[in-house]
Structures are given as C-alpha cells and as structure tokens.
C-alpha cells in the first residue's frame, strides 16, 4: 500500500510534496492536475518558511490538522496556496506551484485571458490560484472532506519521472531542493534563485 501523505509527520514535508504530485484540485469549475510542488518545514527547522518562528494569527492554520489550504496574498494582489502537511501542533505545508488544467479549459482561459498557451494558464501559484477562482476566502479551508471551495482527488494514472531542486524566490535557504516537479511537464513553472537587492546611494 502506497504511504499517504496525510500520515507523513512534519519532518518528512519534502515526500508529502512528492506525493502530492499528480493529485488534482478542483475549485469553482475548474480541475488542474498537480505538477509542480514546493515543501516548507515549520519552528525553527526552515528560516524560508513562514511558520519558523513560532505561530501567528497569519500562519496559525499552518500548526494543523493536514489537509487544510493556507493562502496567504503576494505583492498586495496576487494569492497563493499551501496545504498543510504533518501533525497537529508542527508546522509544515506544501506549495502548489503548477498545474495542468484538465478540466474546464474555457473557463481557465476565461480567467486567465493573458495566457498565451493552454500550458501557462497555472504555471505558477498565483496564476493557478486565478483558474481556480480561490482567493483568501478559501484559508483554513479543508481540501479532503468535501466542505471547502477546493477538493483534492487522486491521481488516476502513473504520475512518471519526479525531479527535484532549489526552492524559488525564498529570501533564505535557497538551495534547499525542496521543489519537485514532473519531468518535462509543460506546465512546469520557470525557476529563478532569489537575488537580493543592491542598495543604492
């Protein structure tokens, strides 16, 4: 029987992302098949993560139980999605990086007019989140009972080849290489390391 990653603890957050691949997410109309993920450990473990020092009103979902979204908004504008991983009371969450839309394509391309191939409608969180239609509204939302604005299902067939690599963007631990992705997957999300600013004057 294949290990779920419902019962994988907090420290093993990396193969929860692995096995989160290939599982699709369905929200307002719209399904897309994971293909990208990225892990995040909690307190004191991962200074990339926003739950190392200790919990917040922002990362409390984070701290538990699995299988509940934590989004959290970009640049004042854009949202992006975890899914909580591991035990109660230890944080840990997933990234959702990429995906494929393989359900409800003309409402995707609705969403994401700029998108100039089907391939880039969600590669990358927050452009995943807009097909999705899922804002701040869906934090601390569960994605296995069936209560939320989002479901998870099971892949249906073979994920094939994982590949593995550096985080993208963190301002710490940036060779960490917690992101895994599918090999050769269109979709897949472009990597750029996090450069930090020069001052000036």
């Known amino acids: 029987m294949t290990e779920s990653w419902l019962d994988l603890p907090a420290a093993r957050v990396d193969e929860a992302a692995r096995l989160l691949l290939g599982w699709r997410l369905t929200a307002n109309g719209v399904t897309v098949r ?5 892990a995040y450990s909690g307190l004191g473990a991962d200074p990339a993560s926003h739950a190392h020092r200790g919990p917040t009103t922002r990362n409390a979902v984070m701290f538990g139980p699995a299988g509940r979204l934590y989004v959290y908004q970009i640049y004042g504008m854009h ?65 296995i009972d069936g209560t939320g604005p989002a479901t998870l299902t099971e892949p249906d067939g073979p994920i094939g080849t994982i590949v593995a690599g550096p985080r993208v963007g963190v301002t710490s ?29």
Not at 34 to 38: D, K, R
Not at 125 to 142: F, I, Y
Not at 179 to 200: K, L
């Open 34 to 38: 994971l293909t990208e993920m990225e």
């Open 79 to 143: 949202f992006c999605a975890n899914i909580v991983c591991g035990e109660d009371e230890r944080a840990a969450a997933v990234l959702i990086r990429a995906g494929e839309v393989v359900d409800g394509l003309e409402l995707a391309r609705q969403r994401r007019p700029a998108a100039r191939r089907d391939s880039d409608l969600a590669a990358g969180p927050a452009k995943l989140m807009q097909v999705l239609a899922l804002d701040k509204g869906a934090n601390d939302t569960s994605v």
């Open 173 to 201: 631990a940036h060779d960490v290489p917690w992101r895994f992705w599918i090999a050769d997957d269109p979709t897949v999300s472009a990597y750029r390391r996090h450069t930090p600013r020069r001052r000036t004057g």
